[in-house]
C-alpha cells in the first residue's frame, strides 16, 4: 500500500534489544504476523539522542494490531528517511462524538484519591462525566479500608474500567503495612472484576507466581517502576524495560523524574522502541518539565496518561488536569503525524499561549499541539527535539536573546533588537529561523491607548513621536519595546537593576539609561509613557513592583508586558 515490505525488520538496534527473551524485546523472524496482522507503516521522527556504541538505532518498525489503518500523506521517501522511527498505531483515526478526528488510542485514565470510599465512589461519577476512559482506584488514600466490602462497593458504583493501585510509601504511596495484606488485596480484586491491576517491580515476580493458573482472563497486570531522582540513559531505560516484561508484566510502567526537559526525549525513544514487543507501555516523565510526555505520548504510542479531576490534587508531580488534557491540548486528535509547537520559558506555566493556539488549531483543523515547555537551556531543547515534528515556538523570558544564538537565520529586525520571540523550523530541511514579534504589538497597542486619550491625534503619526519613553528591563522584551518605541520617534531611557545592561542598550538604540533605582525621582516632564518587560509582578512575584505607585502619577500611559495575574501590583492604585 504504501511501496515498502509488508512487514519488515530493521537492523542497527540498540544491544539492549538481543540481550533479553525473544518473547521479550528482541525482533525475531519467528515472530512475523500473520497476513491480518501485518501493520501499516507511518512515520515518526523522535527527538535528536547521540549514539553510543550501545544505542545505535536509526529506524525501528512498531507492530500494530490492526491493519485497517486511513493513513494520509505517507510518502516512503519521508518514511525512510535516517533517523525516523515508524511506528505503526493500531486506531489512529477513530471518529470522536464531537464530529473531530480521533488520531490516538491512548487511554485517558482519572486517579481516584479520598480519604473514605464515600469521596471516591463520588469520584467515579465525575470521572465518568469528564470524559475518562477509566479510572485509577488508589486504595492507599481511604483512611479506613475493608477490603471485601470496599472492593465490591468501588467496582459496582464505576461505570468505567477500573484500574486499582494500592502504592506503598517504599514506591511514593501512602500505604504504611506489610506487603503480604497488600498484594492479597489486590489478588482480591482481580477476582472481584477490576480490569487492571497495578503491582511494583520488586513484588511483581511474587505476586505473578501466587496468582499463576488464577488470574482472571479479563484483568491485566500492569507492572511499574517509579524514580522520583532522574530519567536513566536509553539503554538503563531499555534494560528496565526488559525487567519488567520479564516479571511477567501485561502493561510495563515506567515513571521517571525530569532534571531537564531534554530528559523527556528519552523515555518517547524508549515508548516508541518498546512497542516492538507486544507489550503495552505507559511512560511518564514526572514533574512540570515533564508535562510534554504525558501530552504527547498520544504521538508516540504511549498506553495511557493521567489526569486529575482538580488541579493541584494528584497521584504524582506534574499531573495536568483531564480538562486541561482534552479541553486546552485537544489530547483526541494529537497523533503519529501532529506538529508540536509550544511556548519555551522559565517560568513558563503561566503562560496563555496553549489557550491561544490550540482553539485556533482545532477551529481552522490544524493537525498541532502548542505546549508549555519549561526549558533551562533554549540551546539544548532545540538541539534535543530537532525533527520537523516540533515545529516551531513561542520564546519568552528568559530566553529571547539566547535564543538568537540557536537559529540558522535571524530575520533583519530581530538581529537588531538582539533578541527573538518565535522560531520556526523549516520543514525541508530543519534550519530554524529567528522573528521578533514583541515590538509589533507591544508598541500597537501603546499607540492605540494613546489615541484613545488623545483623540486630536492624526491617524496618520504615530503618537508616540516626541513622547518619553521609559522601558523597564533590558532583557529580550525591553530591547524590543526600545527598538520599536525609537522607530516610532520616542526619546527612549532605559531602566534596569544592573545599570551597566541599561547603559549598554541605551547606547545601541541611541537612548539614555537609568539604574531601576533611580526611576522613582525621574520625572523631567509629565505625560511621559512607562513600558515594563520584567517579570516584576508576574507569578511568583505578584505583591512586587518596579516602580513606587505614587511616582506613576508623572506617566500617561503605562504598559505591563505581564498579563499573568491581570490586576498586578504595577497598575494597582494607577
Known sequence: MLGLPDFFWSKGLPIWKAKYDPSGLITSPRHVPTRQQRPLIVSVPLPHQPTT??????????????????????????????????????????????????????????????????????????????????????LDSPKNFSPHEDLKTLIKASALPTLFTYRPKWEGGQYDGDDKSRLDTLQLAMELGADYVDVELQVACEFNASIQGRKPEKCKVVVSSHNYENTPSIEDLGNL?????????????IATTALDITDVSRMFHITVHSQVSSVPIIGIVMGERGLISRVLCAKFGGFLTFGTLESGVVSAPGQPTIKDLLDLYNFRSIGPDTKVFGIIGKPVGHSKSPLLYNQAFKSTGFNGVYLHLLVDDVASFLRTYSSTDFAGFSCTIPHKEAAVKCCD????????????????????????????????????????????????????????????????????????????????????????????RARDLAETIGGDALSLADLENFHPEDGMVLANTTSIGMQPKIDETPIPKHALKHYSLVFDAVYTPQNDETFEGS
Open 53 to 138: 556504541a550501545t544505542a545505535t538505532a536509526t529506524t525501528l518498525v512498531v507492530a500494530s494490531s490492526s491493519a485497517n489503518h486511513p493513513l494520509a500523506d505517507a510518502s516512503p521517501t519521508s518514511m525512510a528517511s535516517a533517523g525516523d522511527v515508524l511506528l505503526a498505531t493500531s486506531s489512529a483515526q477513530l471518529a470522536m462524538e464531537s464530529g473531530a478526528v480521533r488520531r490516538n488510542s491512548t487511554l485517558v485514565c482519572v486517579p481516584i484519591m479520598a480519604g473514605s470510599v464515600e469521596e471516591m465512589v463520588t469520584q467515579l461519577d465525575k470521572a465518568k462525566s469528564s470524559g475518562a476512559d477509566l479510572v485509577e482506584i488508589r
Open 241 to 253: 524495560v526488559a525487567r519488567i516484561q520479564a516479571a511477567g508484566a501485561d502493561i510495563v510502567k
Open 409 to 500: 537565520e535571524v530575520d533583519p529586525v530581530a538581529k537588531s533588537i538582539g533578541a527573538v520571540n518565535c522560531i520556526i523550523r523549516r520543514q525541508s530541511d530543519a534550519k530554524l529561523f529567528g522573528y521578533n514579534t514583541d515590538y509589533v504589538g507591544a508598541i500597537s497597542a501603546i499607540e492605540d491607548g494613546l489615541r484613545g486619550s488623545h483623540n486630536g491625534s492624526s491617524a496618520g503619526a504615530s503618537p508616540l513621536n516626541g513622547k518619553l519613553f521609559v522601558v523597564i528591563g533590558a532583557g529580550g522584551a525591553g530591547k524590543a519595546l526600545a527598538f520599536g518605541a525609537k522607530e516610532k520617534g520616542a526619546r527612549v531611557v532605559i531602566a534596569n537593576r544592573t545599570y551597566d
